[in-house]
């Protein structure tokens, strides 16, 4: 099993530098399963090429397999695939350029965030779904990708394709970003393991993608087939994706397909189910810490400005407490997917009678919104420019008035803790901004003073003694309403 990986970044052999294998030699690393040699075919000033070989020990392969137990043992014997060569390979990569995939070089550090100019080449890369698959897979990375077919057998072109590809890849990228590409993507893309899958593979897979998984067009395909489509950890990954990227948690029971079978790859046992013990999104929590300021409020009237496509309007509306809900928001679109997740046509009269949707911008006032006991504006404030945020504050607390105002954003001091998100970046890409605690809670006070309200400052998750929590949140009343005078 062979990959090269070749640059014409001038001096080309700075590779060595970054790969930490030196040019002038072959290095040899073990792996569990045999031994992987790193050697370079070609080092001059104008290009460089590593060449990563692995050599499968048969034996090692059968003590890993018993080690596994009898099931283990007897897969060499009926297993025709009895382990998976991609997964061999990927391993060996970890560990033999595992500085390298960390972004780390003492001797060119100033070549570490450098795009450079890289080259791919793995000559039989076994890939179900073939050559689709692959371009699905990097092309959306900023590869430019060349797969073929690898024939049968080139003397019967009757037999048709086999499920290899010669790919290569081309394109100017950062060599830790490249090396991550293919650790996830050689288990991926041949859809099997050689070793038993267990939770400790979702923190793998968090650290190779940071900062292209959670936002791939092929995001929840890549993490059930790296997890061997074991539903409940494949649930869990996508979900700390979700909380970096703040994908739409409810869509993630959508998001997971039923369990298939990875051919030659390790299964869930029949029956196992280890949801129990999953924590909470943190996005669901946020719900929660909502619901219950509303409850506290004794709102019975409530807005969701900013709605989007409805993620908290089911819970809302599944609180009988809550006589009249008015989802807003700019987006026509995003209101149409709303009343598809309602199944508004399939509500009772009476559920229908107390929802309604409404198309309108929340940075103009709107007399339609005025007279609700609470409003909510859940991780909605940082996607307005903050030039832009003073028009809100007047059509939501000056125009529409109501007693409550619920309002929730990310903690930028919390980011640190998100393994997927490269220092210095928002957790999702339309952010305009993220506030520290004293940010938040400075513009809280300002609004307050301004609009004739007091703030009571939350936090929604876990609570970091040194960054706080991920989510915070400003319960605003009213002063008219606990008595004080505007």
Known sequence: MLVTLSTTHVP?????????????????????????HVFYPEADEHRCTAALLLEVDPIGLVRTARAGGDDGALAQYVNDRPYAASSLLAVALGK???????????????????????????????????????????????????????????????WGESRYVDLRLTGELRLADALNHLYVALPVLDDAKHYWIGTDEIEKLLRAGSGWLATHPERD??????????????RRAIERLAEVDDADPEAL????????????????????????????????????????????????RVIDLGCGAGALLPALLAERAFTEILGVDVSARALEVAARRLRFDRLPERQRARIKLLQSGLTYTDARLRGYDAAVLMEVIEHLDLDRLPALEHAVFGAAAPATVVVTTPNSEYNVRFEGLPAGTFRHRDHRFEWTRAQFAAWAAAVGDRYGYTARLLGVGDDDPDVGTPTQMAVFTRATVTGVAA
Not at 12 to 36: E, I, M, W, Y
């Open 253 to 300: 029971d959508d998001a997971i397909a039923p369990p298939l079978a990875a051919a030659g790859g390790p299964q869930i046992a029949d029956g196992e189910d280890d949801s129990a013990d999953r924590p909470v999104p943190l996005a669901l929590q946020r719900h929660g810490a909502v619901l219950a300021a509303l409850r506290s409020a004794g709102a019975q």
């Open 221 to 234: 395909l890549i993490t059930r087939r790296y997890l061997g489509h074991r539903t409940a950890l494949s």
């Open 96 to 158: 033999a350029f595992s500085s390298a995939r960390r972004g780390v070089s003492k001797e060119r550090p100033e070549l570490v965030d450098v795009a450079l100019p890289l080259e791919v080449h793995i000559p039989a890369l076994s890939c179900r779904g073939g050559v689709e698959m692959a371009h699905r897979y990097f092309a959306p990375l900023g590869w430019r990708v060349d797969a073929t077919a690898v024939p049968l057998d080139e003397t019967l072109p009757d």
């Open 12 to 36: 080309a052999t700075d590779l060595g530098f970054l790969l930490h294998k030196n040019p002038a030699r072959a290095q040899q690393v073990d792996v569990s399963t045999g031994t992987a």
